[in-house]
């Protein structure tokens, strides 16, 4: 895939209030002459990233995230499904800044709370 990711952004706020912009990518399209850019926003309202179950629901919902913007296999041959890993591979790298940013920020909140 010839996808360029856009800079991922966090929304500013407390974390019971906070939903993480997951990704844009750029895809290719009718033989690379438009571009189309996907952005899908993984909430991370309700959960507590500070505890292992808390960031275990954060990857589950960035899964479906990824899985809702990359789509699913149409024609089930090995040229669909290679576009469609590449996507994934490069959607989960794209978001892992953000994840690992909101995360310290939801351990800052712990630490400073105790």
């Keep these: 895939m010839t996808g ?12 019971a209030g906070m939903t993480m912009a997951l990704m844009t990518i750029a895809t290719p399209a009718m033989a690379d002459t438009t571009l189309l850019t996907s952005q899908v926003s993984v909430s991370t309202t309700n959960l507590d990233l500070g505890t292992l179950h808390g960031r275990q629901m954060l990857e589950r919902r960035i899964s479906a995230a990824i899985s809702t913007m990359c789509g ?3 024609f089930g041959d090995r040229a669909e499904a290679d576009l469609l890993r590449a996507c994934r591979d490069e959607a989960r790298a ?12 939801a351990n800052m909140t712990v630490a400073s709370v105790r």
């Excluded at 794209?94 to 920020?105: G, I, L, T």
Aim: charged letters at 10%.
């Design 72 to 74: 699913a296999p149409v």
């Design 4 to 15: 360029k990711f856009a800079s991922p952004l966090v929304s500013n706020g407390l974390i």
């Design 94 to 105: 794209a978001v892992q800044p953000q994840v690992k940013a909101v995360v310290s920020r």
